[in-house]
Nanobody, 120 residues
Framework: QVQLVESGGGLVQPGGSLRLSCAAS????????MGWYRQAPGKERELVAV???????NYADSVKGRFTISRDNAKNTVSLQMNSLKPEDTALYYC??????????????WGQGTQVTVSS
């Protein structure tokens, strides 16, 4: 089955940087959009950044200019470079992908989440 696995989370000081990575694996036929969401305690899950296969992107206003999403379509991976991190960026970050498996239907897949904590 299709799986998304995140890595790269951790503890970082305000102003620091962190790079998250996500790899899709399994019986994949094609991937449309891939992106990142996050959820902090007491808050709804929100879109952080998303990229279509063709390269178009959308970012949350709160991360524009600080975060950069990138993809390697050949490797089925997506990354999120996070710079100038703020305490309010602290959240569980989820990888998301709209993927169709071999001989299956399009479905929104989610990773297990990786924790990012920004604190002094």
């Amino acid at each position: 089955q299709v799986q998304l696995v995140e890595s790269g989370g951790g503890l970082v000081q305000p102003g620091g940087s962190l790079r998250l990575s996500c790899a899709a694996s399994g019986s994949i036929f094609s991937i449309n959009r891939m992106g990142w969401y996050r959820q902090a305690p007491g808050k709804e899950r929100e879109l952080v950044a998303v990229m279509a296969t063709g390269g178009s992107t959308n970012y949350a206003d709160s991360v524009k200019g600080r975060f950069t999403i990138s993809r390697d379509n050949a490797k089925n991976t997506v990354s999120l470079q996070m710079n100038s991190l703020k305490p309010e960026d602290t959240a569980l970050y989820y990888c998301n992908g709209y993927i169709v498996p071999r001989f299956g239907k399009w479905y929104d897949y989610w990773g297990q989440g990786t924790q990012v904590t920004v604190s002094s």
